[in-house]
Structure formats: structure tokens, C-alpha cells
């Protein structure tokens, strides 16, 4: 076999191309049973667009939240079942010819993306919240995505009551994506998870039903910013195929450590120049910066994050860094473990800028969703702590902090979804003023939010705070604790301003009205604010959970 | 397994505070009989503590520990030593008068034209949820347990602060939330602040230990098997004494004390600085000293300096006060000082008087801003001028809040005398300088207390203050008991120092230090 392998999934066919000519098919082995969460995703995903083509208009919405929820309880058990069968510790290993990892993190940020998806589908759902337009009751999203906004078109839908049901099958492909981000084991695979991920929440941003020319700027300035970055993260992974001869993760670890000296003929100019992996690395650690939104390449958050319908922002703002976080963890712990050294000082500097800049920026925000959006980079940088900690238990600490985050984050938006005056959502801060007097549990609810996002005792917050700051001190990043701790105390700030305005504000005559949601979203709330105690208290089991779950197969 | 008593003394307020907070909106009357229940309970339980506690046993008693969070190394460890007995003893006893004193303060607001309702039920919940957390600070042994409540407890007070504030203020309503907001932001932020460099000192702890537990952290030191270099040591001893001071309150930290008092109600600012500022000074004496002896030891001489300037300038701030509750504020952070200054001397009588003084403090502050709270609410204003002649038509009123005033300025007799004259006497046997410059602060004291009196209770009679009316039944069962313990105290403390010295011995033993001998002349 003289031809280099590329990738043994990928290429399999060009390289078992016997040299005579012909072709002598060689079908790949997939572990079925162990991708499964994955494959029960896509198979649903696929049966959405299906129903979405069959099913009369009237029975789409019960048939895709039924369709929906139904997959994703089923990957969500079918990841528990690969958990309890002991892939997540002792069976851990690559699975469909070394482009998934079925591991313990992977089974981790699986399971916490699928709650959190199923979570935030429950708020994609909702349909008590917006006034029934037409005798019709409707949800977040526009009646008909394609007309332009104002036009007649427009109002002929909103008149007939259609709505975009399609957004199911959407968020069940970035489902899919986001699962195979964290567990893939190899550069391509993990730029095709990215961008099947990516693309359906480009759609989604732009579906808002009010504010439908914000939501389509904003998505808009997602997908360019986010094609750039995927350009860059394609570059990158080029550069590290000259430098490494291969794709795969573990063959690119054996290069940076020195283990294969092997030298392929048509790479020999390249192969082993320290260059290109430099250059090619930074190039896809861009990539995944700017999908977790750290600084400075974070900023297409505020305006996606303000722009997008807030049920999808939720879910954008947990399950896509949760997702990204895994990625970024794979990357630096399995492929790059051998460069520690070189990637440590730059990220030690991106968790700084990326800690002092989301939290200080956040203080000037007027509008809740922009301030959220500025808390979850400020968030970002503290997870990086962790991440830079290149420690075992800096994995585990990122594992337990995504797990804590990702529900406080769409409980928040969920709160957020409440707040309606007559232009729908009242996101200006002003207008919250006073909310604690008019709608104690509600400002109740959010308060509980906000003081696990600053992080004070007995929260989620604190909890995966603590245990990240621990790790980073361990890993001897002392002075990232130190100037995490004084971001901390800047971002309490403007928590406590929003506390200050709901509770001890006048309120205002013209003020917004709180709806009261359906079960769903009463579901999604009520969950957010669960596990936030919860893990504020007892966190014992998760954080066990999390060490099981914290060595990376490779 | 015995009765986990501490657990209980903790979880008893914080019941309380659930139960008190479910009481349907209508029926607000029954809600404060259920929290002033509920805050006896506690009495009880804090009198049981006090009776089960041997002076002379062993260091800490009662103890009770179970593994929490395995993975931050965190115990659930409780104990009390003398110390933590007393201060508990304190807080369950000054809890039911705050509740009382301000059984009518958070009752719906009525105006002329609308009736604003208001949580009442929340108010009381939050004052025991208040009394909860600190006597959990109060009892834990284990860093980060004590970390928890000691950060936690500021949620509670911020709402008492912000949200009920005091009725009597000059400016419009609007004028008055937007101070009182900006006081309890002020609260919060200092405090957090202090709280969050404290967390980088605790994880510091942590690396360094690998526990958070005090006993296990002992017994290492015991065995060397603890290697802390200086510098850390020193920094993390830093870390923690910053949280304390901002909490204590120690000049220059002490501008949110002013603040909060202000414009809390006068319950709220009792609670504040009778109770939840001595887990400030507690935690020094048990946390800073204990964990960090030779870094207290090397930032002694700046802590006295820091300590003396508290007395001085908070003194003579008070004098120069126009609102009595800023007064009481300013005359708490020069008595701070002293109680600093007395733990940090590193003498015997210094620190059994600095755990006294915390005590005394409690009830005289409690006893004095009590009475000046219902003046204030007579008369709707804080102001030292709008009072005149009140003696003439409140007599009661006025003799109550003299004999707190005169608890204040340490009076003979009356209990804080016998602290602060101990604080004295052992800071002047270590540092005879620094003992004469704070006895200044004792003199000031005698002015702003007696001018205070003056302008408000004697000359003639004001016309807005002819028609005050003398103590109710309610506020007498407030100040009476008060008054009592403080002459009583003030006669004989023996009690109260016999389950204390034991304590400080085990202090003075941690900061491995010894009183200095007395040097007689030789007779000739």
C-alpha cells in the first residue's frame, strides 16, 4: 500500500484501490451500537423533514415536539446504557474507524447536550406566550421565515396561521452536530461536525417572529463571521496535514511527540515542520475560540445573542459551548499534549483578555439579552481556566462547570421569554424595573440565575467556579485564580444592578406584563432552577461523575 | 450517634425562615408570632449549647463532622470553643428583640391616597435565614464550610437592606429608595469583594493543605508535615484578612458601614452590626490566627496602626455626625477598632477582652440603636437637630437610651467597661504606645455620647417632639431585658469570662505566644 491514508474513514476507497485498476469495494466497520445517540439524532432529524413534507400543516407542531422528544430521550438513553456498559471508563476506545471517540468525556458532554437540548426544546415549543395572532396560538418563531418582513406575504401567513414548524428538524441536525463536535477524533470529522452544526443555527437565529429584521441581520453576521472562522479553522487543519501526514488526532500526536518519524514521499518538503503545525494549530484553536466566544473573537455574541429568537439563543448559548468546550478539551489534551508549553502562554493570555472583557463590557449593557450575552464570554474565560489547568482534574472541573452552566443559561433565556410588553419581549433593562414587585417569583426565579451566574454559595455557580479556579490553582495558573476572582467581582456587579432594578426599582406605569407560560416552559425553568440548587449543594455525585468521565481515550 | 445539637441551633432559624416565608400574605400578624417563635426555639437550643459546653474541656465540643463534598476536600465539620459559645450565645439572644423591635416595620405602607403592600412575611423569614447562616459561621471548623455561609449570609442582608428600608427620611420616596439601593449595593459589593479574594486565598489554602478541615490541618502542622513557605503564608493570610476587615469593619474599609446603617431600619442595623460584623472579628481570631500564625504575627504592627486609626477617626466622625444612626455607625467602627486591636495585641487579657467586647458590643449597640430606632419613629427624622427636650415628655424613652448611650461610652458598672478596660490592659502590656493613644477613643466616646444626649433629650421642648409619646409595652420588653444583662454583665461577667479564657488560651497558644510577665521593681 504506497498511497498515504488521509483518513481511514474518510478515504478508505482511495487507498484500498488496488493498484491493477478495478475497484475492490471495502466497507468501512462502524460500531453501530455505540454511535447510536448520535445516529438516533440524524434518523430523527431526517424524519422531521419527512413529517414536515406529509403531515398536514394542523398536526406538524404536535407530531415535532412528539418526534423530537422522543429522540432525544432515546439518545439520551442510549448514551446512559454506553455509560453503564463502561464505555466511559474502562471500554472507552475510537470507534467507526478512528473518527468518533466513545470516552468518558464524550458520553459526558453528550449527555449534557441532550438535556440541555431537550430542555430548550421544550421552550421552543411554547405557545402560550405570544398573543394568539388570528384565533391561532403561536410560537417564537416567524410564520413564514421566507416572506420579507412587512409584506403582504407576511400577513397572509400570520392570517392563516402558519407556523415554522420546521425549526424541529433544524435543532435536531445542530443536535446531531453538536454531539459529534465534542467526541470527534480526527480534524475532518471535526469540521463537518462543526458545520452541521453550524448551519442549522444560522436558520434558526434568523426565524424570529418579532424583531424579524434584527433576527435576520443578526444571523447574517453569524454565518459570515462564522464561515470565516470556519475558513480559518480549514486552513489550519491543511497545514496540519503537511505538517503531520494525517488528520487523525492520535497520528498527529505521535508526530508533535516525536514518536513516528516516518516520513510519507509526498509530504517529505513538509512533514515535521514546526511551522506549519504552529500556524496550523493557532489557525484551528481560532475556530474554536470563536465558537465558545471567547475575546477577541467574541464578537458576534452580543448581536447573535440579542438578535436571535430567545429560546434559540438558550440553547445556542448552552449547548454550543458546551459542544465547543469539549472540542477545544480533546484538541489540547489528546493532540497537543506535547505542545503544552507552546499553546499555555497564549491561553493563558486569551483567559485573561477574555475574563476582564466580557465582564467589564457586560457592565454598560442596557439590554438584558446583550448583558447575558456578555456574561457568557466573561463565563467562557472562567472555563478556560480550567481548560488551561492540563491536569485531569481540569478536564473533570470543565465537565462539572459546562454541566452547571448550560442549564442556569437556558433557565435564564427562558425567564427572559417572559418578560412581554406590547412589541413582544421587553428586553430593555428599564422596562424590568420593578419586577420584583409585580411578579415576586418570576424576579424571584431570575435572582436565583443571576447569583449562580456571579457565583455566590450554595449555587451551581459557585460550585463549578470553585472547582475550576482549584484546578487552575493546582495546575499552577495561580494568577489566572487571582484575576478570575477580580472578574468575578466586577460581573457580580451588574448581576446584583439587574437584582437591584427588579427588586428595589419603582415600577414603571408603562411597564411589560410577565405571561404566564404553558407547562413546557414552566418545565424548562423549573429544571434550570433544580439543578442549580442541586449542584449547589450536593454536587458530590456530579463531580464524581465528572472525574469518571475525565480522561480522554486516544 | 448523639443529638447533632449544633445542626440544630443552625437549622432551627432556617426552618423558621421557610415556614415563616410560606405564611399565606394575609395572615401577617401570625407570621411574625411563627418567626418570634421560632427565634425562641433557637434561645432554647444556643441555652442548651451554652449549659452542654465544659469551659475546660476540650478545644472544640459538640462536634459533629461528615464528609460533604469529597471532591474539594470539605467537611461538614462543626464545634464551638468558647468563643464561638459566647457569640452564639449573642446571637440567638439578640434575634427575638430585632424581631420585636421591628414587629410594626415592615407592615404595608400607608399613604395618603394608596395602601403599598409590602412582604412582610420576608422580612421576618430573612432574619432568621440571617441568624441561620451566622451561627453556622459561628460553628464551623472547616474553611470552606464557613466560606459558604460567610458569603451566603450577604444575599439575606442585602434584601434587609434594600428592600425594608427606614421610613424616617428627609428626602422624597423616590430620593429614599435610591439611597437606600445605593446602600445596599454598597453592602454587597464590598463585602463580595472582600468574599471573592478571600475564595483565591481559600483555594490557596487548599493547594497548600490538600484539606479544609481546621483539626486535620492542625495535626498537620503538628506533625511538619505542613510546608507553607512565608510568602504564602503571608499572602494567604492577607486574602483572608481582607474579607474579615471589610466584614469587621476596619478603616479604610469601613464606608459601607455608615451607609447601611443609615438607611436600614434600626433592627436591620442592629442585626448588621451587632451580629453579622462579629463573624468578621470572629473568624480572625479563629481563622487568621489559627491557620497563619506567623503572618499574623509579622502584620501585627500594621493592624494596630490600621486598629488605632479605626478608634480615632471613627470617634471623631461620630462627633461630627447630624444623623443618630450614622453616630451609632461611626461609634460601632471606633468600638471595631478596639476589638481588633485587642485580638491582634497577642495577649490573654487582649483577646479574652476583644471576645468580650464583642459581646458587650452586641447588646449595648442593640440597646442603644433600639431605643434611637423608636425615637426615630416618633418623629420621622434622623436628624440630631429636629430633637429637643425629649426627657421632658418621654422620660422612660429618654432614661433608656441614656443608659444605652452611657453602655457606649463604657461606663463602670455597665458590661462594656469591663471589655474595653481589658482590651487596655493587654494591648498597654505589649504595646504601652499604642494602649495610650487608643484610650483617646474612650474620651471622644464620653462626647459624642453625652452631646447626642444633650441635643436631643434636654433644653427645651421642640415643638414637633411635644406630642411624642412614651415606650410601649412592646419596645419595654425590648430594652428592659437588654438594660438588665448589660448592669448584670457589667457587675459580675465571671460567668462569661469563665467559658471565654479557656479559648483564648488555645489562641495564645496557636500564635504560640505568651503574656508578657509583669516586671515589678525589686524591693529594696
Redesign the interface.
Same mark, same amino acid.
Given at each position: 500500500m504506497s498511497t498515504v491514508s488521509v483518513h481511514s474513514l474518510w478515504t478508505t476507497l482511495a487507498a484500498d484501490t488496488p493498484p491493477g485498476g478495478g475497484l475492490k469495494f471495502q466497507a468501512p466497520t462502524i460500531e453501530y451500537a455505540q454511535l447510536s445517540p448520535i445516529l438516533i439524532i440524524v434518523g430523527a432529524a431526517v424524519l422531521a423533514v419527512l413529517v414536515e413534507a406529509f403531515v398536514p400543516r394542523k398536526g406538524r407542531y404536535y407530531a415535532q415536539l412528539f418526534l423530537s422528544v422522543v429522540a432525544i430521550a432515546a439518545a439520551f438513553a442510549a448514551i446512559v446504557g454506553l455509560a453503564a456498559s463502561g464505555f466511559g471508563t474502562t471500554k472507552a476506545h475510537i470507534a467507526a474507524m478512528g473518527a468518533i471517540a466513545v470516552d468518558g468525556p464524550a458520553l459526558f458532554l453528550q449527555g449534557t447536550i441532550l438535556l440541555a437540548s431537550l430542555v430548550a426544546v421544550f421552550t421552543f415549543a411554547e405557545r402560550k406566550l405570544d398573543p394568539e395572532a388570528h384565533g391561532n396560538r403561536v410560537d417564537s418563531f416567524a410564520a413564514d421565515a421566507a416572506a420579507v418582513p412587512g409584506s403582504d406575504a407576511e400577513k397572509a401567513a400570520v392570517k392563516a396561521g402558519f407556523t415554522t414548524t420546521e425549526v424541529f428538524p433544524l435543532a435536531l441536525f445542530a443536535i446531531a452536530g453538536l454531539l459529534a463536535f465534542p467526541a470527534a477524533n480526527d480534524l475532518l470529522t471535526l469540521f463537518i461536525a462543526l458545520e452541521v452544526f453550524s448551519l442549522p443555527l444560522y436558520l434558526l437565529c434568523a426565524v424570529a417572529r418579532r424583531k424579524r429584521l434584527m433576527s435576520q441581520e443578526a444571523a447574517v453576521k453569524y454565518f459570515l463571521l462564522g464561515a470565516f472562522s470556519s475558513a480559518f479553522l480549514l486552513f489550519g487543519i491543511a497545514l496540519i496535514y503537511g505538517y503531520a501526514g494525517s488528520v487523525s488526532y492520535a497520528k498527529i500526536a505521535d508526530v508533535v511527540d516525536g514518536t513516528t518519524q516516518q516520513i510519507s514521499p509526498a509530504l517529505a518538503g513538509t512533514m515535521g515542520n514546526d511551522a506549519l503545525l504552529l500556524i496550523g494549530m493557532a489557525l484551528i484553536l481560532m475556530g474554536l475560540l470563536f465558537k465558545v466566544g471567547a475575546v477577541p473573537f467574541h464578537m458576534w455574541t452580543p448581536d447573535v445573542y440579542q438578535g436571535a429568537p430567545t429560546p434559540v439563543t438558550g440553547f445556542m448559548a448552552a449547548a454550543t459551548k458546551v459542544a465547543a468546550f469539549g472540542a477545544l478539551l480533546r484538541l489540547l489534551y489528546v493532540v497537543l499534549p506535547g505542545l503544552t508549553w507552546d499553546w499555555r502562554p497564549v491561553m493563558w493570555g486569551v483567559a485573561i483578555v477574555t475574563m476582564l472583557g466580557g465582564a467589564i463590557v457586560a457592565i454598560t449593557q442596557t439590554d438584558i439579552k446583550r448583558l447575558l450575552a456578555y456574561s457568557s464570554i466573561a463565563h467562557g474565560g472562567f472555563i478556560l481556566a480550567g481548560v488551561i489547568a492540563a491536569t485531569p482534574d481540569g478536564i473533570s472541573s470543565v465537565l462539572f462547570y459546562l454541566l452547571a452552566y448550560s442549564f442556569v443559561t437556558i433557565g435564564a433565556f427562558a425567564v427572559v421569554t417572559l418578560v412581554r410588553d406590547a412589541g413582544g419581549e421587553a428586553t430593555h433593562l428599564s422596562k424590568w424595573a420593578g419586577l420584583g414587585r409585580r411578579s *415576586?417569583l418570576v424576579a424571584a426565579v431570575f435572582a436565583v440565575f443571576l447569583?449562580a451566574f456571579a457565583g455566590? *454559595?450554595?449555587t451551581s455557580g459557585?460550585?463549578g467556579k470553585?472547582?475550576v #479556579?482549584?484546578a487552575a490553582?493546582?495546575g499552577g495558573a495561580?494568577v489566572l485564580?487571582?484575576v478570575g476572582?477580580?472578574s468575578?467581582?466586577v460581573a457580580? #456587579?451588574f448581576y446584583?444592578?439587574v437584582i437591584?432594578l427588579m427588586?428595589?426599582?419603582?415600577p414603571k406605569a408603562d411597564g411589560p406584563t410577565v405571561a404566564v407560560p404553558s407547562v413546557l416552559t414552566t418545565t424548562a425553568i423549573g429544571v434550570g432552577v433544580a439543578v442549580t440548587l442541586v449542584l449547589g449543594v450536593a *454536587?458530590?455525585y456530579f &463531580?464524581?461523575l465528572a472525574?469518571q468521565a475525565g480522561i480522554f481515550v486516544r | 450517634m448523639s443529638f447533632p445539637l449544633l445542626t440544630a441551633t443552625a437549622v432551627l432559624p432556617a426552618a423558621g425562615a421557610i415556614l415563616t416565608a410560606a405564611v399565606p400574605a394575609a395572615r401577617r400578624t401570625a407570621a411574625k408570632w411563627l418567626a418570634l417563635l421560632f427565634s425562641l426555639g433557637t434561645l432554647v437550643l444556643a441555652a442548651v449549647v451554652l449549659v452542654r459546653f465544659e469551659p475546660n474541656g476540650d478545644r472544640y465540643q459538640l462536634t459533629e463532622s461528615h464528609t460533604?463534598?469529597?471532591?474539594?476536600g470539605v467537611h461538614y465539620e462543626l464545634g464551638v470553643d468558647g468563643i464561638g459559645v459566647a457569640l452564639i450565645a449573642l446571637t440567638a439572644l439578640l434575634i427575638p428583640f430585632v424581631i420585636v423591635a421591628g414587629w410594626k416595620d415592615a407592615d404595608p405602607l400607608e399613604t395618603k391616597d394608596n395602601k403599598r403592600w409590602r *412582604?412582610t412575611q420576608g422580612f421576618f423569614a430573612l432574619i432568621l435565614m440571617v441568624e441561620a447562616m451566622v451561627i453556622i459561621s459561628f460553628e464551623a471548623t472547616d474553611v470552606f464550610l464557613f466560606?459558604? #455561609?460567610f458569603?451566603?449570609m @450577604?444575599?439575606p442582608m442585602?434584601?434587609l437592606i434594600?428592600?425594608f428600608g427606614d421610613r424616617a427620611h428627609s428626602g422624597t420616596d423616590?430620593a429614599a429608595?435610591t439611597q437606600?439601593?445605593y446602600a445596599?449595593?454598597k453592602f454587597? @459589593?464590598y463585602n &463580595?469583594?472582600g468574599g &471573592?479574594?478571600m475564595?483565591?486565598a481559600v483555594?490557596?489554602l487548599?493547594?497548600v493543605t490538600g484539606t479544609f478541615s481546621l483539626s486535620e490541618i492542625a495535626e498537620l502542622r503538628a506533625n511538619g508535615g505542613l510546608e507553607m513557605s512565608t510568602n504564602v503564608e503571608r499572602l494567604l493570610f492577607l486574602g483572608f484578612f481582607f474579607a474579615f476587615a471589610v466584614k469587621a469593619p476596619l478603616w479604610p474599609l469601613h464606608t459601607w458601614l455608615p451607609n447601611a446603617m443609615g438607611e436600614a431600619t434600626a433592627p436591620v442595623a442592629v442585626l448588621i452590626t451587632a451580629v453579622v460584623d462579629k463573624v468578621g472579628t470572629f473568624a480572625m481570631l479563629r481563622f487568621c490566627l489559627q491557620l497563619f500564625p506567623e503572618a499574623s504575627k509579622w502584620a501585627t504592627p500594621a493592624i494596630l496602626v490600621l486598629a488605632l486609626i479605626s478608634i480615632v477617626y471613627g470617634a471623631l466622625l461620630a462627633v461630627g455626625q447630624r444623623d443618630i444612626k450614622r453616630l451609632v455607625a461611626y461609634a460601632s467602627i471606633s468600638h471595631f477598632g478596639f476589638i481588633i486591636l485587642g485580638i491582634f495585641a497577642m495577649t490573654s487579657q487582649g483577646q479574652s477582652g476583644a471576645t468580650l467586647y464583642m459581646v458587650n458590643h452586641g447588646i449595648s449597640t442593640a440597646a442603644l440603636m433600639l431605643v434611637a430606632g423608636f425615637l426615630i419613629s416618633r418623629r420621622g427624622s434622623r436628624l440630631i437637630a429636629d430633637y429637643g427636650g425629649v426627657q421632658k415628655v418621654a422620660p422612660v424613652l429618654a432614661g433608656t437610651f441614656l443608659i444605652g448611650g452611657l453602655a457606649t461610652l463604657s461606663l463602670p458598672g455597665l458590661a462594656p467597661f469591663v471589655s474595653e478596660f481589658l482590651v487596655l490592659v493587654g494591648v498597654f502590656a505589649a504595646y504601652p504606645v499604642v494602649g495610650i493613644i487608643a484610650t483617646s477613643g474612650i474620651v471622644l466616646a464620653a462626647l459624642y455620647v453625652l452631646v447626642l444626649y444633650q441635643r436631643t433629650m434636654t433644653g427645651p421642648v421642640k415643638a414637633e417632639v411635644s406630642g411624642m409619646k412614651d415606650l410601649k409595652a412592646r419596645e419595654l420588653t425590648v430594652v428592659v431585658p437588654l438594660i438588665v444583662l448589660l448592669i448584670g454583665l457589667g457587675v459580675f461577667p465571671k460567668p462569661l469570662t469563665d467559658i471565654v479564657n479557656p479559648a483564648v488560651t488555645h489562641t495564645m497558644h496557636d500564635v504560640n505566644k505568651q503574656d508578657p510577665k509583669p516586671e515589678v521593681e525589686a524591693a529594696k
Open positions: *415576586p447569583l455566590i *454559595p450554595l459557585f460550585a470553585f472547582a #479556579f482549584k490553582a493546582e495561580g485564580v487571582v476572582v477580580l468575578s467581582a457580580a #456587579f446584583i444592578r437591584v427588586f428595589f426599582s419603582e *454536587p458530590q &463531580l464524581d472525574n | 460533604w463534598i469529597k471532591d474539594f *412582604p466560606y459558604i #455561609f458569603e451566603a @450577604l444575599i442585602y434584601f434594600g428592600g423616590e429608595a437606600r439601593s445596599a449595593v454587597l @459589593l &463580595l469583594v &471573592l479574594i475564595l483565591a483555594i490557596g487548599y493547594t
